[in-house]
């Protein structure tokens, strides 16, 4: 029946529940589970998971898991066990690293290992794209059916799921329109939404670019601090600007603005790790800190976006090999890159400086 949700909405469910406090259902096969987001739970969610009957665990990324001192079993991820008597408090305290200078000693940790772990690494995968901490409870339910019955709670089973994890939503255009921009009054905005009702991406087209051609292109990840409020921890706004103006200078060129804050981690992480740094560790260091990865986002959606505006090749303005790879992969022909060195201050040269030695950017 079309009325029926299907996988990929009951994932961006899912999504929404993870964010408000709820947990989600995962299963696979016979065995199922209960994932709760650490940083939303809430004390009465948490007693009624703690009151089922399975073994509860803390499922932590390896990032995480090496900062806590913490045996990493499953390679990526480790489950920590909880001693008698934990709470909300002690899960947060470990899911968030806001005070582990002050209290470093949140061991030793006990971690399971043996069995499979796919179901808690679907947990954490799902909490990372919601964009809170990719810390969560998980405990083991004999009856996923029932208990969804019983509950409402979301139910998802990962074999279905994995595809649309690994891949993501397709996007499709909505809307088009004229949108003269103090770069170049020949400029045009399209919005291209996501099927499953996620966040738009935008696709700023600056003249008429010849689609037989390579465009002028730049992949730009939204930066409210730096795009918006201006911020010098940063050079996003200052490369936001100068491609737009060269673009509008070369009197063509398409500049794809995709919702991937904080490299991917979200403004709430991406404060975080802005807190992290005011501690002495730099935007790596931070990032593994909270339990991700040096960069989250996913250039494939520039691609994708690229080949539905008609263009099959680019000159790419970036600093990132990164970005030049996962172009060529997806299929798009980057033919030249184009630097794009601006914005160096005094209160970025470190984070400059770190993008360059461990991102391998081209500064």
Not at 64 to 78: I, N
Request: hydrophobic content about 40%.
């Amino acid at each position: 029946m079309s009325l029926t949700p299907d996988i990929s909405e009951r994932l961006a469910r899912a999504r929404a529940d993870m964010r408000m406090g709820l947990p989600v259902l995962l299963e696979r096969g016979d065995d199922a589970v209960l994932a709760g987001a650490v940083e939303t739970l809430g004390d009465a969610r948490l007693a009624d998971m703690l009151a089922l009957p399975g073994t509860p665990v803390l499922a932590i990324t390896d990032r995480r898991a090496e900062t806590l001192k913490a045996r990493a079993y499953d390679g990526d991820l480790a489950r920590v066990c909880l001693p008698q008597g934990a709470d909300l408090r002690w899960l947060q305290a470990l899911a968030d690293p806001a005070d582990d200078l002050t209290h470093p000693m949140k061991g030793p940790l006990e971690t399971a290992r043996g069995g499979d772990a796919a179901l808690h690494r679907t947990a954490i995968r799902l909490a990372k794209s919601a964009q809170v901490l990719p810390a969560t409870l998980v405990v083991p339910v004999d009856n996923a059916a029932a208990l969804a019955a019983e509950t409402g709670l979301t139910r998802i089973n990962i074999i279905a799921a994995a595809p649309h994890l690994d891949d993501g939503s397709p996007l499709h255009p909505i809307v088009h329109a004229r949108l003269p921009i103090r770069a170049a009054e020949a400029g045009r905005l399209h919005v291209f939404r996501p099927d499953d009702g996620g966040t738009e991406h935008y696709a700023i087209e600056i003249g008429r670019p010849d689609r037989s051609q390579p465009v002028l292109a730049r992949l730009h990840s939204a930066c409210f601090t730096g795009d918006v409020l201006g911020s010098l921890k940063c050079d996003c706004g200052p490369q936001l600007n100068a491609a737009l103006m060269q673009m509008g200078t070369d009197g063509a060129g398409v500049l794809l603005y995709l919702q991937q804050e904080g490299r991917g981690i979200g403004l709430s992480n991406k404060m975080r790790a802005y807190s992290l740094q005011d501690q002495g560790f730099d935007t790596v260091e931070a990032n593994h800190r909270l339990g991700f990865e040096d960069d989250e986002r996913d250039f494939r959606l520039g691609a994708r976006i690229l080949k539905e505006l008609g263009f099959a090749s680019v000159r790419l303005m970036t600093n990132n090999p990164n970005k030049i790879a996962m172009m060529e992969k997806t299929g798009i022909r980057v033919v030249d890159r184009v630097p794009l060195k601006v914005g160096e201050g005094r209160f970025n040269s470190a984070y400059l400086a770190t993008k360059a030695a461990k991102s391998g950017h081209l500064l």
